[in-house]
């Protein structure tokens, strides 16, 4: 059992992915592996994904970082902790939470460690002491309890290993405590040594040359076999028992996480309301809402209507729709423009709330692209709302309505992209900052095509925006950078560039992602200060989320529709007001703009590949609009089916159905399936 092991996610100290070190262990037999990144969870989701599919299991945990301890004038540097139980996770959840949120408000020490075990090890200290290992060792057991504190024994064939190791075992005798076997990985094969060396030199901001002992000595600190770990171990047989007992007491498991999505409180008395009651408040707004929309609600409409609350009902959903419900009534009460997208416009609830303007009963639109009972998935409403101070009061009013630990935005996890880390692995290696500018330079982004072109192309694929021809041959480029290929670092540098390209830099923020919670989203997963003041941000990723079942809400800022607020209020100053919903869908001059691909700053159509389409399409109708948006996805063309459509809208081709019962679904668009409804109606 391998319980110190830590990932790329301890950011410029591990160097393989947790992907990579859970499938390796699966590979060598181990059973579990505990992961204790540095001051975060950051990796605990995507190791609990892959040692699920793996059949192993991943115990979660994090290392402590700079700890004070009460009366001494020492710091423990780096504290591994495992999480033994629910509530032990919880509370190293809050407790990572306080570090990073507030790190100089109360002593760690005065937090809540039930169900946690503590492990000190050679590394806790900057510099190790007899005198400071019995001091911490005290202070620990007393902390944590005498059953929750390990001492922790290393073997990477290190000069003076086996004196620190005695040491280790001498006060495990004194003090009644446990040993622990562990070869603290720090990545999962040998071969990501040096990727690990690159991160170390990152860290003490100095090159290869001149790094010295800040490197690690040898290349031992991969993941080892149980067999291997046994017989590193073989004087020390209780230490890996011991690992193999503790990895049994750390049953908590991600799967265990006790999410819930927070029930709706009542406007009045402020108290969350039980599932029946939000019910039957979403029912009484849908009922409400569908009396504004419409002056007499047709047999179609109840009846859609009551099909859509019976399968919110049954899946659980109405405080989720009330909660959106609110979210959008906020807005509109402060004169803020916003709209729901998506497959949320597939539902005669979203519409009855104001949550969405498209009536999908008249638009034919499938209710089960959106929320179906043979999917427990959760429904994905995304909203638009004016880009800058007006989409970010909606999202401090979420903050302030959930606080103080009750919100907070999805992660963005920045990963090494081309240009930087050719730029940080070159500098490790003692290359001038003007060859990674010079990379930088011929590393822009793909060009479409010769814009001189008149034409449009015959075939329509993704080559004809970002073709091939026109990406960069890595080699050539580094020598066109001013490195030659005879250099005697140019391998090293190609090796470090492949082997650093997409591991995690930092960590960032989703641009829109919200997860609520009732109870404490910091009893979920660790909260950490965002960039920007006044927002906390999750330590997962969307992805991360999703997997583990936290329910996201995406509050997205357009800057069309910001500059649409803006000529709105203009237009109301000047004495010509515009309603929205008057607009006309028909206007020929409009059209004609789009068929001469004249729509340089208009929302949806403005791309490259979109003008370029638009003069073959000659766009006549709302619904021509809805197919030319539709097409330029990346589904029509890998799929294949933007020339087919286009040849046969044009006259090339004939029209073909691929079944003579598709007829009805796929006549709007000439036999060629474009649109998810048409694909689930035909699976119908």
């Known amino acids: ?9 301890s950011f410029l100290r591990g160097s393989s992915l947790p992907e990579d070190l859970f499938t390796r262990a699966a590979e060598l037999g181990h059973k579990t592996i505990g992961l204790v990144d540095h001051m975060g969870f950051y990796g605990s989701a995507r190791a609990h994904h892959t040692a699920k599919k793996n059949g192993i299991r991943a115990i979660v945990g994090a290392t402590l970082e700079t700890l004070p301890l009460s009366g001494k004038s020492f710091t423990i540097s780096q504290l591994p902790v495992l999480c033994q139980s629910r509530q032990g996770y919880q509370n190293l959840s809050q407790l990572l939470t306080r570090c990073h949120c507030a790190p100089d408000s109360q002593h760690w020490e005065e937090h809540s460690l039930l169900g946690l075990h503590a492990v000190l090890t050679p590394e806790s200290f900057s510099r190790l002491t007899r005198q400071k290992l019995l001091a911490s060792a005290i202070a620990l057991k007393e902390l944590f309890g005498p059953q929750n504190v390990s001492l922790a024994l290393f073997r990477h064939d290190r000069r003076g290993e086996e004196r620190r190791n005695q040491l280790m075992r001498d006060l495990g005798e004194h003090l009644k405590l446990p040993l622990l076997a562990s070869n603290a990985p720090l990545y999962a094969k040998p071969q990501n040594r040096f990727l690990a060396d690159a991160f170390t030199c990152l860290r003490e901001k100095t090159t290869l040359d001149d790094a010295g002992r800040r490197l690690e000595m040898n290349g031992e600190r991969f993941l080892k076999s149980p067999v291997e770990l046994q017989q590193l171990f073989y004087a020390y047989p209780e230490a890996t028992r011991h690992a193999y007992d503790l990895s049994e007491r750390c049953a908590f498991s991600l799967e265990n996480l006790g999410y819930r999505f927070p029930r709706f409180r009542d406007p009045e008395t ?35 209507v009551s099909h859509e609350l019976s399968t919110i009902r049954q899946l659980g959903f109405s405080g989720y729709f009330l909660i959106v419900w609110d979210l959008v009534r906020f807005a509109r009460s402060h ?9 949320a416009a597939n539902s005669l609830v979203c519409y009855a709330l104001g949550v969405t303007s498209v009536d999908p009963v008249a638009g ?26 007006r989409r970010e009061c909606v999202i401090q009013y979420l903050f302030q309505k959930y606080a103080p630990r009750g919100a907070a935005m999805t992660a963005n996890v920045i990963t090494y992209k081309p240009r930087s880390a050719f730029r940080e692995m070159s500098k490790i290696l003692g290359f001038p900052e003007t060859i990674a500018n010079r990379f930088t330079e011929l590393c822009a982004s793909p060009k479409i095509q010769d814009t ?42 190609l090796q470090l560039y492949h082997d650093i390209l997409h591991s995690p830099r930092h960590l960032g923020q989703h641009s829109g992602g919200m997860v609520f919670c009732d109870d404490g989203l910091d009893q979920i997963v660790p909260l950490q200060p965002a960039a920007m003041p006044g927002r906390t941000v999750l330590q997962w990723d969307k992805d991360d989320c999703e997997d583990l079942g936290i329910v996201k809400v995406d509050l997205l800022g357009l800057g069309m529709l910001a500059a649409m607020e803006d000529a709105l209020r203009i237009c109301e100053q000047r004495g010509r007001p515009v309603d929205l919903a008057k607009i006309p869908k028909d206007d020929p001059a409009t059209y004609d703009l789009l068929c001469r691909a004249d729509t340089i700053g208009t929302f949806q159509v403005e791309s490259r590949a979109q003008m370029a389409t638009l003069p073959i399409m000659q766009p006549k109708t709302f619904y021509d609009l809805a197919v030319q948006v539709a097409i330029i ?8 089916l933007v020339h087919p459509y286009l040849n046969r809208r044009t006259g090339r081709e004939a029209i073909e159905y691929i079944h003579p019962s598709f007829e009805p679904i ?6 060629v399936p474009l649109f998810q409804e048409q694909v689930l109606r035909m699976a119908m």
């Open 1 to 9: 059992m391998e319980l110190l092991a830590k990932s790329s996610f």
């Open 270 to 304: 402020n108290e969350l309301l039980s599932d029946e009651a939000q019910h039957e408040t979403l029912r009484t707004r849908v009922v409400s809402g569908l009396k504004t929309r419409f002056k007499k609600v047709s047999p179609q409409h109840r009846q859609q």
């Open 335 to 343: 004169g803020i423009l916003c709209q729901g997208r998506g497959s």
């Open 364 to 389: 034919g639109l499938l209710f089960e692209r959106f929320l179906s009972e043979n999917r427990q998935s959760w429904p994905d409403v995304d909203i638009d709302f004016p880009s800058g101070e």
């Open 452 to 493: 001189k072109q008149e034409k449009p192309p015959e075939e329509l694929s993704m080559d004809n925006y970002y073709p091939r021809s026109q990406v960069m041959d890595l080699t050539d480029t580094i020598e066109r950078s001013g490195v030659p290929a005879n250099h005697p670092r140019f391998n090293t540098l």
């Open 633 to 640: 996805r990346p589904g029509p063309i890998v799929g294949d």
């Open 666 to 671: 796929l006549k709007r668009t000439l036999g």
